[in-house]
């Protein structure tokens, strides 16, 4: 990294330290007791904790505990049962036999018309997780015909032709597909919104936990259920504790006030890998760290500009001095220890003469004017100044616009931003899983809405790469499919995209000792009611 880019980088970071440290100060905090659990972390992505609408990665670990699915995956992708006892899969649907001991915290038994409601509800609310089934061909239209209810323990759901049986199991594995108390949710309806304001902040599901609070950007607390149907939680409660700034979290994690920091930066995880009663985990989610770039920017609609943009970026050096374990470096998005994966272009390297020369070519030899929008969180804001930084180095200026996850979201899904920051995730252990959400967009005008879909967003039409996505989608036959796989990702480098990985994206946390069978999941859905703590 040259020295210029590096000395903007540390002169921001020293900036935006210094200006958190005077903002927050923590709170006075006993010991966490034994049968708590005091997650330190960043809530400031939570913006809803109705599974139908929030899709951000705290809270899914929340939704998680809160609500159950009729399926569920294990950190290795090994699906297993949750609501379902058991499945079949047949060449048009998928029955599912329901257990007959599972309850709602509510006391009522989970039935199969309470599964066909929720997933009713996930298409006609019409939120961002609509998405997840929406790319497989079920509409907020066609969902009541596809849905059936046998008797109160069997369910089956219709297959579309567009989406394979194990690829739609896992789909139903995902928070989204969160089978929530319809009675709960209907008594709490306000003007048809089928009870989304009251369960934005409470909850009316079958897991392990409820909501007993949630302050925006404080804390969040869920107690334990000991009527849960599998069996009450060993802790009595966890508490998810936001902790904006990481010499803070340090210090709470040194003091024994939170179990697991989850949201340090990369020095002060490498501070607690020599300190006892610590141990560092790096999480492999699958997801990668993204500049997203709208096309409805005339400049960035141009594919020299966005190569221009990604020439501009000393990767190498950002990885060393800013991302640690939080990331590698990698511009396909399918992490290239998954079969099928290819490897990264020779084209997309750091090289801000080439990225001079594109610009100028392009029409812009003096560079623009951008923004770059950001969630302020650990380390994408720091990742944002490093691209600030070399963007002004070939002649492009750039702000940095920080915000709270209910700042940015919804510009992200309005399309109301020229260049951001996000970060995905993977929603199954393979190239299909890691790549969709980069490599569809059925419809891009902006009368479709369609803000659930992470390619929509930056207005990228790509209809060639949709319709190899959808033939992989359907596709049983494993050769057939990696073959296909093989060719969305060169497709998706033909296209110059406007969703370009950077990195790949690990999480690292940092946990106590004292915490026993704490199992890091990729998807950030770790199950918490076998968790347990010594004295």
């Known amino acids: 990294m040259n020295s210029v880019i590096r000395n903007r980088i540390a002169s921001a970071l020293v900036t935006a330290t210094a200006l958190t440290a005077v903002a927050y100060s923590p709170p006075a905090l006993a010991d966490t007791p034994s049968d708590t659990l005091v997650y330190g972390t960043s809530l400031a992505q939570v913006i809803s904790l109705d599974p139908h609408q929030g899709q951000e990665a705290t809270s899914l670990e929340i939704m998680a505990n809160l609500y159950d699915r009729l399926v569920t995956s294990s950190a290795d992708g090994e699906l297993s049962p949750q609501l379902a006892e058991s499945w079949e899969i047949t060449d048009d649907a998928i029955t599912f036999q329901l257990r007959d001991d599972a309850t709602f915290a509510s006391g009522r038994a989970v039935t199969a018309e309470d599964v066909v409601w929720s997933l009713t509800r ?150 607690f890998t020599e300190q006892d009663g610590v141990e560092i985990v790096e999480v492999p989610t699958g997801g990668f760290y993204v500049l997203a770039m709208n096309m409805e920017r005339e400049e960035l609609a141009n594919p020299q500009v966005r190569q221009a943009l990604f020439r501009a970026i000393d990767y190498a050096g950002i990885e060393q001095a800013i991302l640690g374990p939080y990331g590698t470096t990698r511009h396909i998005p399918v992490p290239s220890s998954y079969d099928s994966a290819i490897p990264d272009p020779e084209g997309w390297t750091y090289d801000p003469e080439e990225a001079r020369r594109l610009l100028e070519e392009a029409g812009y030899p003096d560079g623009f004017e951008v923004t770059i929008k950001t969630i302020a969180q650990t380390p994408r804001v720091e990742l944002a100044t490093a691209v600030q930084a070399a963007l002004a180095d070939i002649g492009i200026s750039a702000s940095v616009i920080q915000g709270s996850g209910a700042d940015i979201v919804p510009q992200h899904r309005a399309r109301d931003f020229d260049l951001l920051i996000p970060q995905t995730g993977a929603y199954m252990p393979n190239a299909m899983g890691a790549m969709e959400q980069f490599s569809s967009n059925p419809d891009n005008s902006r009368e479709a809405n369609n803000a659930g879909n992470f390619v929509w967003r930056s ?77």
């Open 459 to 535: 207005a990228w039409d790509i209809p060639g790469l949709t319709e190899i996505t959808a033939q992989a989608m359907k596709e049983n036959d494993p050769e057939v499919r990696a073959e296909l796989f093989r060719q969305m990702q060169e497709q998706f480098v033909e296209e110059v995209p406007a969703v370009f990985p950077m990195f790949e994206r690990f999480l690292p946390l940092a946990i106590s000792t004292r915490v026993q069978g704490y199992k890091p999941h990729p998807q950030q859905v770790v199950r918490l009611e076998d968790v347990a703590k010594t004295d």
């Open 122 to 271: 996930l298409m006609t609310l019409n939120q961002a997780p609509a998405a997840k089934l929406q790319s497989t061909g079920y509409t907020a239209e066609n969902i009541v015909d596809m849905l059936h209810v046998v008797d109160d323990t069997t369910f089956r759901i219709d297959l579309t032709g567009d989406v394979a049986g194990d690829f739609l199991l896992y789909r139903l594995a995902e928070v989204a597909a969160s089978v929530m108390d319809r009675e709960v949710a209907m008594e709490n309806e306000v003007d048809g919104d089928q009870g989304n304001a009251f369960l934005r902040t409470n909850s009316a599901g079958s897991g392990p936990f409820t909501l007993q609070r949630w302050s925006p950007n404080e804390i969040v607390i869920m107690q334990a259920r000991e009527d849960y149907w599998d069996g009450a939680p060993e802790l009595a409660r966890v508490v998810m504790q936001h902790a904006p700034e990481s010499q803070v979290e340090r210090l709470m994690l040194e003091r024994g006030d939170i179990d697991i920091a989850g949201s340090l930066t990369p020095g002060d995880i490498a501070y």
